[in-house]
């Protein structure tokens, strides 16, 4: 089956055989050695000094990822603006409200890019009381394929004098992301996105000096104590050991590819031949490619055709599609191109589409 869902993804056989490898004792230095290894490979992802970053690794899926730099990094007197423009600005939103975070929510509609004007005046508010200390926002919003504009978001927070921190769940290994702006306190990840990882590990690449000051809200997830505990070879509980050899082999096998500009590459030339054939066929992408990820992309769906009957006619030629979220669900489909797909498993696709178009 192929996976054109936005993770988990279709795996290579070289990170599947990587799950065979020996049973491992967390507790042992063989497994702090894949700890280790893990963290310094993810840090050269994005070539990130490891005097100044730090990878944190967690059992748990992307959203334990976000909940636990929200949780930790916004200090207890902090303020944060959330930007909503899909589900996960709305989970961002979520998880201050559990915690008690202080925050606003910046609702923009989802089908249009966020108003920067807008933000920067809600982030300029004169009053101390009310001043933001941190903007949290969804770098790729997976619920329509949207790229956040990062590079002004980011602007924004050096104007405003505010840490950003960014869910790049889905982005994080295929899109660019500017550590160097002082701005960027930390992001978000997991394993089995765009590093084509399994599903079970998650981290969050950090600034030492803001986890060095972290106050963490929740136990498990406690960034702060997490980043203390791996840098002196440790860890708190048991982790998905497997997930970790997984993620280590995925890591390399990145590398020799040619890193994240390869990853870029490859997924914006498979999106780009979904969206021309899919279009030659009348079917319409949501986004234009210009504010689109390279990661995923929306379409509407085919005229008189329900999500269903389209999910399931091409789940029967050997294809997952993923729904439109929320009321979308009744108009829209999305197509990702991660993990180990060729152009060849797209030609097939576009053939299916013709297929179902001319019955
Ligand atoms: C941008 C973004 N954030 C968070 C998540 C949640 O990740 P998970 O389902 O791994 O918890 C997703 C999942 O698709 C996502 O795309």
Known sequence: MLLLNPGPVNLTERVRRSLLQADLCHRESEFYDLQDEARTRLLATYDLDPAQWQAVLMTASGTAAVESMVAALVPERGRVLVVENGVYGERIAQICARYGIPHERFIGSWMVA????????????????????????????????????????????????????????????????????????????????????????????????????????????????????????????????????????????????????ARHARYAALASQVRTGLAKLGIRSLLPSGESSVVLCAYHLPQG?????????????????????????KTLFRISTMGNLSAQDMQRLIACFAGLSAG
């Open 114 to 261: 966020p108003d920067l004007d807008e933000i920067a005046a809600r982030l300029a508010a004169p009053d101390a009381h009310e001043r933001f200390t941190h903007l949290a926002v969804v770098h790729h919003e997976t619920t329509t394929g949207r790229l956040n504009d990062l590079p002004a978001l980011s602007r924004l927070c050096r104007q405003g004098n505010v840490k950003l921190l960014l869910d790049g769940v889905s982005s994080f290994g295929a899109e660019a992301i500017d550590f160097s702006d002082p701005s960027l306190d930390a992001v978000a990840a997991t394993a089995n996105k765009c590093l084509h990882g399994v599903p079970g590990a998650a981290f969050v690449i950090a600034r030492r000096s803001s986890l060095a000051a972290a106050a963490s809200r929740t136990f498990y997830l406690d960034l702060g104590r997490l980043a203390t505990l791996q840098d002196q070879r440790g860890t708190p509980f048991t982790p998905a050991v497997h997930a970790y050899y997984a993620l280590v082999e995925a890591l390399k096998e990145f590398a020799e590819e040619g890193g994240r500009t």
């Open 305 to 329: 055709m329900s999500y269903s009957t389209l999910h399931d006619a091409l789940k029967t030629e050997g294809f997952v599609i993923y729904a439109g979220q929320g009321d979308l669900s």
